[in-house]
């Protein structure tokens, strides 16, 4: 019985001693497996620090470049807006005060290096570099950008700042250059256009002054490199052309790695006794709890948390709205709620692909986590919606409207997304939640119902939350569903403007004009309609029944042309060309009598997209015009690049072609361009009979306007053209005799 007891009392002793090695192999595996994971952790936290250590500078370096051109643009306004300069500059005997005031001021070189004056067609007065005369000409020392800063200027309006600055390339390097109207302090130019004389100084980025900035604003190793010249982060210089001058690159500190390195020794030893301890299963024990109750932190943070921004998530500023509600009852406080929406994302990843626009996301997240206040929520509700939250003593809008102000200034600036520069907006709504009085869900409603309204008014503006604003949205909706009927219904009809030759008078095409008759409310403005089916996605429905019809109209009028404009959102759809070759078969119309017209806004979006859509339509034989040509930013580039079969200029050229020199001269030169690319011409807009011979003098080839009828029914079309063709032989007959 004793051998049975010893027997089992070794086997126990033996069975411990297993145990105890066991829990010991397992915790020197946990232990390497934590001094891992910790120096894991605190690498990437050193990576961390060493880019955002980075992009501060970045900052940082962005905003000297801005001062040190802002520094001149000081100058420059209190030397050119000054009456004394008024009288002297303009004054045939005030040389000698250009040469003092301006000239010789150059010597100090602090506030700039280089004067100089010229008049209107570019001739300097005087020009002055380091305190002497130059002996090289102003087209010699600097490159042509200088005079795009000067045309800028010199085409300011009456109530514009005539100022400009920038940076341009001269002989001597990179320098700041500033251009103005020499007036009075009232803003005044006491000379008419073509006697105007204009101020440039220019203030060049040289060694000393890179050095000054680099000691002002403590960046590491600032300097100027080459425009190629490769680096992980630099400030580009680009002149007012477009043309990349060079690049400000620094030395990068590296603070995380500095930190990392005398960390890693202490975390070692710290780890290293943890594993002399000898009370095993109780660090075990309390290192599993430790790490579980990480996790789970780790865990709830992360489902709060949008993984491309980083941003809480929709979620997660449920949970702070609420919590800054219940805060704003307790102490009398208001919420502030923006909400953004960014303006032509979807273009940028239909253009870029879905890299450049995670990559857009990111840098909108980092810009907005700059410019919110300290104690504020931002987050990404996804897709391209953002949204703000603050707390505020002041019971109203303004301290968010100063915030949306801010956002909207930054957005207005171009991002760097790689190597491609992208400009993207963002329309903003705002709402309040004074005293706490509107719940969370109330809250976020109102601010997303405004944003739509900042969306619907033009973009790129805020908008606060007004209690109309839910009728409207009613209103809208009823409108939209009404659409939605009237379309599948198909209950619109089109209606036809004649487009005439400009000699003769006669038809030679006709526009085609959606409308609806709205039941119960009656004729609606295709102003008021079609921007809800563009935001409501009935526009590509809309405009194929509009392009129907037309062309089942057009098959009685075998000798007219038929156009039909296109929306933004029809040319978005790459089966646009394809929707477009059925409805061509189906009517049994020849491609060639269809026109479809685009304005240029979407062009100057995508214009790699509007490259290949216009291409697929002209392989079906369809015409593409360019509609409202003088309206915006319309160039000769866009008439090259894309091919147009015709331009059709926008009323607002033609509309004071008789009473204004300037609408002509305009309209001339618009004429004369569009004939030099071989382009026939439709000019809109024609109220009255002197305005038609104006335009046919002018070259336009077709004419379009109430004086030659406004929009009708197809079957008044097929009476004027009956009409029309009965009038023919008698001018045969009146030639004859």
Not at 435 to 444: A, P, T
Request: glycine content about 8%; some cysteine; aromatic content about 6%.
């Amino acid at each position: 019985m004793g051998a049975v007891f010893r027997s089992f009392g070794r086997s126990k002793q033996l069975g411990r001693h297993s145990i105890v090695t066991a829990v010991l192999f397992s915790f020197a595996l946990v232990v390497t497996v934590v001094t891992l994971m910790v120096l894991t952790a605190i690498s990437r936290v050193a990576d961390y620090s060493n880019k955002l250590d980075d992009e501060r500078s970045w900052e940082t370096t962005a905003g000297a470049l801005k001062t040190f051109e802002g520094q001149l643009d000081a100058t420059l306004h209190d030397y050119a807006a000054r009456d004394a300069a008024a009288r002297n500059v303009y004054a045939e005997s005030g040389r000698e005060w250009i040469v003092d005031n301006y000239g010789e001021m150059t010597s100090d070189g602090t506030l700039f290096d280089t004067a100089l004056v010229v008049d209107d067609n570019n001739k300097p007065i005087i020009a002055y570099r380091d305190g002497k005369p130059m002996a090289e000409g102003a087209g010699d020392f600097f490159d042509a950008s200088i005079w795009a800063l000067v045309d800028q200027v010199r085409k300011t309006r009456i109530t514009g700042e005539p100022e400009a600055s920038g940076y341009v390339t001269t002989s001597r390097g990179i320098a700041a250059v500033g251009v103005a109207t020499i007036r009075e302090t009232s803003g005044r130019i006491p000379v008419p256009e073509g006697k105007r004389r204009y101020l440039i100084f220019a203030r060049h980025l040289d060694a000393a002054k890179l050095k000054m900035l680099s000691h002002t604003y403590i960046i590491s190793g600032l300097r100027l490199v080459p425009p190629d010249t490769q680096a992980r982060y630099a400030v580009s210089i680009v002149d007012p052309l477009g043309k990349s001058l060079g690049r400000l690159v620094w030395n990068s500190r590296g603070p995380g790695d500095t930190s990392y390195q005398q960390a890693r020794p202490l975390v070692l030893g710290a780890l290293g006794l943890v594993g002399m301890f000898f009370v095993v299963l109780l660090i075990l024990g309390s290192l599993a709890g430790r790490r579980l109750r990480a996790e789970e932190v780790l865990a709830r943070q992360g489902s709060l948390r949008d993984r491309l921004s980083g941003l809480l998530n929709r979620e997660g500023l449920r949970l702070d709205v609420d919590r800054l509600v219940e805060s704003a009852r307790a102490d009398g406080s208001n919420v502030l709620l923006l909400y953004l929406d960014l303006d032509g994302f979807k273009e940028i990843n239909d253009a870029y692909g879905h890299g450049t626009g995670d990559q857009l996301i990111r840098s909108v997240a980092a810009g907005l986590n700059v410019l919110i206040p300290a104690n504020a929520t931002l987050a990404r509700l996804g897709g391209d919606e953002f949204a703000i939250a603050f707390p505020s003593r002041e019971l109203n809008h303004a301290p968010a409207l100063r915030l949306a102000e801010q956002v909207l200034d930054f957005f207005s600036e171009p991002l760097e997304i790689g190597r491609r520069v992208i400009v993207v907006g963002a329309s903003i709504g705002i709402a309040s939640s004074p005293e706490g009085r509107i719940d969370r869900e109330e809250l976020v409603r109102r601010a997303d119902l405004a944003m739509y309204k900042a969306k619907e008014a033009g973009r790129a503006r805020m908008i606060c939350y007004e209690t109309a604003m839910d009728t409207d949205r009613e209103e809208r909706n009823a409108l939209e569903l009404d659409l939605r009927n009237a379309i599948d219904r198909q209950e619109l009809t089109v209606a036809y403007q004649p487009l005439v030759d400009a000699v003769s008078h006669e038809i030679t095409g006709v526009e085609a004009l959606v409308r609806w008759n709205r039941p119960g409310h009656g004729p609606v403005s295709p102003d008021a309609f079609i921007p809800i089916a563009e935001t409501s996605g009935l526009i590509e429905a809309l405009g194929l029944l509009v392009l129907r019809k037309a062309c089942a109209a057009a098959r009685q009028w075998p000798d007219l042309r038929v156009a039909v404009n296109v929306s933004p959102g029809q040319f978005r759809n790459p089966a646009f060309a394809d929707y477009v070759r059925h409805v061509l078969k189906d009517a049994e119309i020849e491609a060639e009598r269809v026109t479809l017209e685009i304005t240029e806004g979407y062009m100057i979006q995508n214009p790699e997209r509007t490259r290949q859509s216009i291409e697929r339509l002209k392989r079906l034989g369809v015409k593409v015009a360019l509609d409202d040509f003088g309206s915006g930013f319309s160039s000769i580039g866009y008439l090259r690049q894309f091919g147009f079969d015709r331009i059709k200029i926008d009323r607002s050229l033609t509309m004071d072609v008789l009473t204004d020199s300037r609408s002509r001269d305009m309209l001339q030169a618009t004429v004369a361009l569009a004939r030099s690319l071989d382009l026939p011409v439709t000019a809109e807009g024609i109220e009255t009979e002197e305005q038609g011979t104006a335009l046919k003098l002018f070259g336009c080839d077709e004419l379009q306007g109430y004086f030659f009828g406004k929009p009708m029914p197809e079957a008044e079309i097929s009476r004027r053209l009956a009409a029309q063709t009965a009038r023919v032989p008698d001018r045969e007959r009146d030639t004859a005799a």
